[in-house]
């Protein structure tokens, strides 16, 4: 088992429609919570930052993390066409040799006008 | 703020030569930068972490001496491919962050094709 599952899609919408992308982890040690969009052949840009548990907002994002079930989602309001990237959670325990980030396999969204 | 560079976006080279990767933090000071490499329609694949004025740690079953890494400062990695092979082509992307448990950000990323 993977230690961080994110169902790949792809997710096809219609514009203006309310995304939900979510992420299920099993290291209890995880606390810092990360989003990023990918556009293809470009780095991931970060959307959303999150410690601990919570939600976040920011603009048309809404970053949401429930560590006892150990589960955290990125909602898109109003999605637009320029949404349309691949979605990459990930996440830290901060500690360790590296605290490196463990990401999921990416969602592609594409949201159609 | 918080912008990362990578130079150059693209490059070509031939099969036994070496080709040089920066990555910069443009507007902050990075004590830990990372390596990835990504081949399409995969996710990232971490290569090394690299602390300013440290040796970097390589993951498991990547060849230290064919990715050599230097982070020279606060502000500079380098990933150097020793050798190249038409099998190390792909996208190899650059990140930093300030501390631990914080923000990651990203470069934009540089193709590499050997032929």
């Known amino acids: 088992q993977k230690e961080v599952e994110q169902d790949p899609g792809p997710l096809s919408v219609p514009e203006g429609a309310i995304v939900s992308l979510n992420c299920t982890y099993s290291?209890?040690?995880?606390?810092?919570f990360m989003w990023y969009r990918q556009y293809s052949r470009k780095g991931p840009e970060l959307l959303m930052y999150?410690?601990?548990?919570g939600n976040k907002e920011d603009g048309r994002f809404t970053a949401q993390v429930d560590k006892s079930s150990k589960y955290i989602s990125l909602f898109i309001r109003d999605s637009q066409p320029s949404d349309s990237a691949t979605y990459l959670c990930?996440?830290?325990?901060?500690?360790?040799?590296?605290?490196?980030?463990?990401f999921g396999q990416g969602t592609t969204l594409q949201v159609k006008p | 703020g918080a912008v990362v560079s990578q130079h150059p976006s693209r490059v070509i080279c031939k099969s036994g030569t070496s080709v040089k990767i920066e990555c910069r933090s443009l507007?902050?000071?990075?004590?830990?930068m990372f390596w990835y490499r990504q081949f399409p329609k995969q996710s990232l694949m971490l290569m090394a972490t690299?602390?300013?004025?440290?040796?970097?740690?390589?993951e498991q079953g990547v060849e230290k001496d064919k990715f050599l890494i230097n982070h020279a400062s606060l502000t500079l990695s380098t990933l150097t491919v020793t050798s190249a092979h038409p099998e190390d082509s792909s996208f190899y992307i650059c990140?930093?962050?300030?501390?631990?448990?914080?923000?990651?950000?990203f470069g934009p990323g540089t193709r590499l094709t050997v032929t």
């Open positions: 290291n209890s040690a995880f606390q810092y």
């Open positions: 507007d902050f000071q990075a004590t830990t």
């Open positions: 999150t410690y601990s548990s």
């Open positions: 990930a996440m830290s325990s901060g500690s360790g040799n590296t605290g490196k980030l463990i």
């Open positions: 690299s602390n300013e004025g440290s040796k970097a740690t390589y």
């Open positions: 990140s930093a962050r300030v501390y631990r448990g914080g923000e990651q950000y």
